[in-house]
């Protein structure tokens, strides 16, 4: 910390300045970034911090997303010092400004990058990935009066998924109300991925993808 002193103290009457040696000299951002990663192979980057950030951003619907800060390849799926982050929605630029603002290293994967600037001379490349959209089949046996709206609003909420959605009937009856006015006597719902062979009570959506509706076949 450097001191400056406006009117010297009582009794000092001579000042004399000495030579500064050492110090770093001086470095651009990239330079900075990469002394800052490889300064520690177990850094922790804050991926939730990150994520919050992108969902806050206009026309965002949801987003996800997974990172390698280990020097081991394929952990989490990845390449070491690396990080995936997948969007649904939202302005392509807007989203790797916003990664670029909060993240510690530019080493990002995804199939969509975009330019930032990172001061007047310098920038690089952002990346980030769309969700891939999967077809949710499911069997239902319903016993209501309103078994057809019922059925209706099962559509709307599989083709209505967020990115690493947790499916299930009670999920489904939070989400559209299922309440008293149906009077529902009876909903059982069975799910599963198109790709998959069995079905089940629910259905986990991978960070990367999110759902739509597929066939309905009754129980």
């Not at 987003?63 to 392509?92: A, F, W, Y």
């Not at 930032?116 to 046996?141: A, C, G, H």
């Not at 609003?153 to 299922?178: H, Q, V």
Request: glycine share 6%.
């Amino acid at each position: 910390m450097i001191e400056t002193v406006e009117k010297a103290p009582q009794g000092v009457l001579n000042v004399q300045n000495e030579a500064i040696n050492g110090g770093l000299d001086e470095e651009t951002d990239m330079e900075f970034m990469k002394r800052y990663f490889d300064s520690s192979s177990s850094l922790t980057w804050n991926l939730e911090a990150i994520l919050c950030k992108i969902r806050e951003l206009k026309g965002v619907i949801s987003c996800d997303g997974r990172n390698n800060n280990t020097l081991e390849e394929g952990h989490n799926g990845l390449p070491q010092k690396s990080m995936r982050i997948v969007v649904d929605g939202g302005d392509e630029q807007e989203i790797a400004e916003t990664i670029y603002n909060n993240i510690h290293t530019p080493n990002t994967l995804g199939s969509i990058a975009k330019k930032v600037k990172m001061t007047q001379t310098l920038e690089d490349v952002f990346r980030f990935d769309r969700p891939k959209t999967t077809r949710i089949d499911y069997k239902y046996n319903i016993i209501s009066p309103q078994k057809e709206r019922i059925l209706e609003l099962l559509k709307e909420y599989l083709s209505e998924g967020k990115i690493g959605d947790f499916i299930s009937s009670e999920m489904f009856r939070k989400a559209k109300n299922i309440d008293l006015d149906y009077e529902l006597k009876l909903l059982q719902i069975q799910f599963k991925k198109s790709t998959d062979s069995s079905y089940s009570d629910f259905v986990q959506m991978d960070y990367d993808e999110k759902s739509t509706v597929g066939n309905g076949v009754s129980l």
